[in-house]
């Protein structure tokens, strides 16, 4: 057994019994910051890492928001669009049987559509990390608007 772990193998260690610890009651602050002075962190340091936890919980909170927003959105879209092409495929299939004209307007909704969908799910692309910070400038415009990220789930 090794007598001395460096300070990442350390952190991996505690990370992890700290994971497979099971926990009966939920801890105070206080439980935290006595745990916390045996282990030598500072009270400092925990403070920051719970104000941290709390920022981050809220991000990811208004990301569910978000989210949600989103897919209702595209769904809104996707009726739309099924509505609107079933209209044109019948209108065009009563009236000039020959010549099928519905599909242009279907590829163009479909792109649009497709482009929508990127927006509500992609989390990686560009357009969702853009309808984000655009949502969040709307709904919760904070003191300085800045692009951010989504929080990872």
């Not at 990811?60 to 927003?69: C, G, I, T, V």
């Not at 792109?111 to 692309?125: E, I, P, Q, T």
Request: charged content about 25%; cysteine-free; proline content about 6%.
């Amino acid at each position: 057994m090794k007598p001395h772990y460096s300070e990442e193998e350390s952190n991996d260690i505690l990370r992890r019994a700290i994971e497979n610890m099971p926990l009966k009651d939920a801890m105070s602050l206080e439980q935290l910051e006595k745990i916390g002075a045996e282990l030598g962190i500072s009270p400092e340091a925990l403070r920051l890492a719970e104000a941290e936890h709390l920022a981050e919980g809220g991000r990811r909170e208004l990301y569910s928001e978000f989210l949600a927003h989103e897919r209702g959105a595209f769904q809104s879209a996707l009726y739309s669009f099924i509505g609107v092409n079933a209209f044109l495929f019948a209108f065009n299939y009563l009236t000039t049987r020959g010549f099928w004209w519905f599909v242009f307007p279907l590829l163009g909704m479909g792109l649009g559509l497709f482009k929508h969908w990127v927006r509500a799910n992609v989390r990686d692309s560009q357009d969702h990390i853009d309808a984000y910070n655009d949502w969040l400038h709307v709904h919760h415009p904070g003191p300085a608007p800045k692009k951010e990220l989504p929080p990872r789930m």
